[in-house]
């Protein structure tokens, strides 16, 4: 099927490859509470195999909760039919099915327009605005949005700005990728209009990821470019061995000269028990620093469950 894209252009419809889409409220960051529809993208560049384990003692990758999940197997007798059906994972990465191949045939993969139709039939008005005027944000989450999907977001955006309301997006991106410039020149241009907030997460050794990886000023650099937008730095923290880390990650990116409007630590943890034994603490770290905290709330609404 061809179509116009944002820029008048006739051409093949791009296809997104996504893990799920739901509707719920901002658990994190800037927009805490604020109601949000969520898509989020299959592939990431990391694995964070060091989240929910003691320091410097990481289990074997092979060993991972998702790769030992025989129910991921499609041809299991007892097979998941879809990604709601998925377990809390409380080691390694919290969304690692929106990445693992073990889990990529329950991913969908669609044409914007079918995309839009999906996403907007769980809206409540079926439009970006709520019930007086409030204004519904769209979340594009991960795995990694900026991974290879950069290409579909201007046409997408487009049309859910002109057709249904949309003014606010958030990338939820581990700041690694950077932003191409036809995001730029769209955001800068027809998109100019619509407000775009980037909260990077960078990841620490906590994650078991390096910092030759995870540090990527220029990339955020990239994002700064984008004139209607907003930057913070998330970062998941358990200690203050990781503050200390957090120090040196926002000292680098002043040093590189990336304008970062705000800086949130949030309690490491994908469980209620896990979030339980780190975000008091974290929270005391925060007063110390002057961090802003930001609790995860989805945890302690839905359990963090698939779909919420």
């Known amino acids: 099927m061809e179509v116009k894209t944002f820029d008048n252009k006739v051409k093949k419809e791009p296809k997104l490859r996504y893990s799920e889409a739901f509707y719920s409220v901002q658990g994190e960051g800037r927009w805490v509470g604020v109601p949000s529809l969520f898509l989020r993208t299959f592939g990431c560049n990391f694995e964070c195999a060091g989240f929910g384990q003691p320091r410097g003692d990481i289990i074997a990758k092979e060993s991972m909760p998702y790769l030992l999940d ?23 990465c919290d969304s690692s099915a929106s990445w693992a191949m073990k889990y990529k045939h329950l991913q ?29 944000h769209l979340v594009i989450t ?28 958030t990338f939820e991106t ?3 990728k950077h932003c191409e410039d036809n995001m730029t020149e769209y955001f800068n241009g ?22 030759e990886d995870t540090l990527k000023p220029d990339a955020l650099l990239s994002m700064n470019k984008v004139e209607n937008s907003f ?24 040093k590189a000269g990336v304008q970062v409007d705000s800086v949130y630590c949030m309690p490491e943890g994908a469980t ?37």
Not at 109 to 132: A, E, Q
Not at 144 to 161: A, F, K, S, T, Y
Not at 284 to 291: D, I, K, P, V
Request: proline fraction near 5%; glycine fraction near 8%.
């Open 231 to 254: 930057l913070y730095n998330k970062f998941v923290v358990r200690d203050m061995i990781d503050f200390d880390e957090v120090d040196e990650y926002v000292d680098a990116y002043k």
């Open 174 to 176: 581990n700041g690694s």
């Open 272 to 308: 209620f028990e896990q979030q339980a034994l780190t975000e008091k603490d974290v929270a005391e770290a925060c007063m110390q620093t002057g961090y802003k905290f930001s609790p995860r709330l989805h945890i302690n609404l839905f359990g963090n469950a698939w779909g919420t």
């Open 108 to 136: 969908m993969t669609k044409s914007v327009s079918d995309v839009i139709n999906h996403i907007t039939s769980l809206l409540p008005n079926g439009t970006f605005t709520g019930r007086h005027g409030e204004d519904i």
């Open 70 to 92: 025989e129910r991921a197997d499609k041809n299991h007798p007892d097979a998941y039919k879809s990604i709601e059906d998925l377990p809390v994972t409380p080691i390694g």
């Open 142 to 169: 991960g795995g990694e949005p900026l991974l290879g999907w950069q290409r579909v977001w201007p046409d997408l955006i487009e049309r859910l700005n002109k057709e249904y309301g949309l003014v606010n997006v």
């Open 190 to 211: 027809e998109g100019k209009d619509v407000h775009v907030t980037w909260s990077t997460s960078p990841k620490l050794s906590i994650s078991a990821e390096t910092r």
